[in-house]
């Protein structure tokens, strides 16, 4: 057999307060992966596995997750685009694609922001990042109140049901490994209050959309139908105020999408890449 598995390194950036550890598997422009708050490196598994064989894939945890470490404090997402900026920079990789989910919205949007046109392809999948809902256009605004009050009540009950909502129902019900799966990374990480983390990212959450030509990126927004985290008609509502931006659905998928349905997450992905260029 002459098959031979992508080369695959892994390392540490030392940060001044932090060190941030990565994975780098396969060759080819690089594809930089963040993850959200219930993940880490590994929660890009189907991801890496498929775009290795003709990208750089780069996965790394934020600080403060598995194995990385944040300062006595945790972490503090206002770092994350200066830490993509010296994991960009220690590996030489100069233009990259990123791709996020939830959390890691926050780390791609101000990433894209502080490097203008330095992000050939950016996905944000069940997230907007620092883009805030709260700033979208009428009508989808005026459904925000009325979303956020009953996906507080599902996550409320998903929880009494050991049920991640990040997961949701659909993933435990109808794939019960991939739900145990995502349950141990997310058990990985331990060691401070991820819902003061939480807190500080809907603090930073700020910018109208408008704001986000200034970073001169083509971006994907991947939305979950069934998302209870993340307001899936966001997306929607944010593109039109943002050149280059697209949106497309997940159906039967709650906030993991990427996990959950990740053959028609990564194909979503790699015909964006393509329509692009990147």
Same mark, same amino acid.
């Given at each position: 057999m002459s098959f031979a598995a992508p080369p695959?390194?892994?390392g540490w950036i030392e940060r001044p307060d932090a060190r941030i550890r990565y994975e780098v598997t396969g060759s080819g422009p690089a594809i930089v992966f963040a993850h959200g708050l219930g993940g880490c490196l590994f929660s890009w598994w189907q991801q890496v596995a498929h775009f290795a064989t003709r990208y750089t894939c780069v996965a790394f945890s934020h600080r403060g997750f598995f194995p990385s470490t944040a300062p006595a404090g945790g972490p503090d997402p206002a770092e994350y685009a200066g830490d993509v900026a010296a994991l960009v920079d220690e590996l030489k990789l100069g233009d990259i694609r990123m791709v996020c989910q939830s959390m890691g919205g926050w780390s791609g949007v101000e990433y894209a922001l502080l490097r203008p046109g330095r992000v050939k392809a950016l996905v944000l999948a069940a997230t907007t990042g620092t883009l805030d809902p709260r700033q979208m256009r009428e009508p989808e605004r005026g459904r925000l109140?009325?979303?956020?009050? *009953?996906?507080?009540?599902?996550?409320?009950?998903?929880?009494?049901r050991n049920?991640?909502?990040?997961?949701g129902a659909r993933m435990a019900e109808e794939q019960p490994a991939l739900f145990h799966i995502y349950t141990q990374i997310n058990g990985l990480t331990q060691g401070f209050d991820r819902e003061a983390v939480r807190?500080?990212?809907?603090?930073?959450r700020n910018?109208?959309?408008e704001a986000f030509a200034a970073a001169q990126t083509p971006t994907l927004f991947v939305a979950s139908e *069934?998302?209870?985290v993340a307001t899936?008609?966001?997306?929607?509502a944010m593109a039109p105020a943002i050149p280059g931006a697209r949106v497309a659905s997940l159906p039967k998928a709650g906030h993991s999408g990427h996990f959950e349905r990740a053959a028609t997450f990564n194909t979503l992905v790699e015909d964006f890449f393509a329509e692009v260029g990147a």
């Open positions: 695959r390194r892994a109140a009325a979303w956020s009050k *009953e996906s507080a009540e599902i996550r409320s009950d998903l929880l009494t049920i991640l909502p990040a997961t807190a500080r990212l809907h603090a930073t910018r109208p959309p *069934e998302d209870v899936p008609f966001a997306p929607q």
